[in-house]
């Protein structure tokens, strides 16, 4: 059965995507940590981040840097952290979390926005890619 994350890479669920290539998309996630949380997804569906080649993890590496830097130019942090957890969805994903304090990476601790937050926060970061 395909991922949550593969039926957003095929359309079949929508998500407020920030970018895409011909190998990765990156979109906000839906049940945050703070504003601006956006997910870096290969579009291989792999389960495990040191399951995928040497290739495979340089380029989702540096496509996750790309958008990095527009989400730290976009909102105000004093850092872009990133987490690679993986054991809610089996395919491998990159949280990239604007934050402001240590607490800003505790992932238990979800917020809820409307959809005009998620649609400007989405249109800030596209705007520095």
């Known amino acids: 059965m395909a ?10 669920i929508p998500a407020y995507k920030i970018a895409e290539n011909e190998k990765h998309i990156a979109f906000l996630d839906a049940f945050p940590i703070v ?17 995928l080649s040497q290739e495979e993890y340089s380029e989702l590496m540096n496509y ?3 958008i990095a830097q527009a989400i730290g130019k ?6 872009v952290g990133i987490a690679v957890q993986g054991l809610e969805v089996p395919h491998v994903h990159v949280h990239l979390i604007p934050m402001n304090s240590p607490q800003d990476m505790v992932f238990s601790n979800k917020i809820q926005l409307t959809p005009e937050e998620f649609t ?3 249109n800030q970061i596209k705007s520095f890619l």
């Not at 949380?37 to 399951?51: A, N, R």
């Not at 976009?74 to 850092?79: E, Q």
Request: net charge positive; proline share 5%.
């Open 3 to 12: 991922s949550i994350f593969s039926k957003i890479i095929a359309g079949e």
């Open 35 to 51: 504003k601006g949380h956006t997910l870096v997804v290969p579009k291989k569906e792999s389960d495990k981040i040191f399951e």
């Open 64 to 66: 996750t840097y790309k």
């Open 74 to 79: 976009a909102l105000p942090c004093l850092r």
């Open 120 to 122: 400007e926060i989405q």
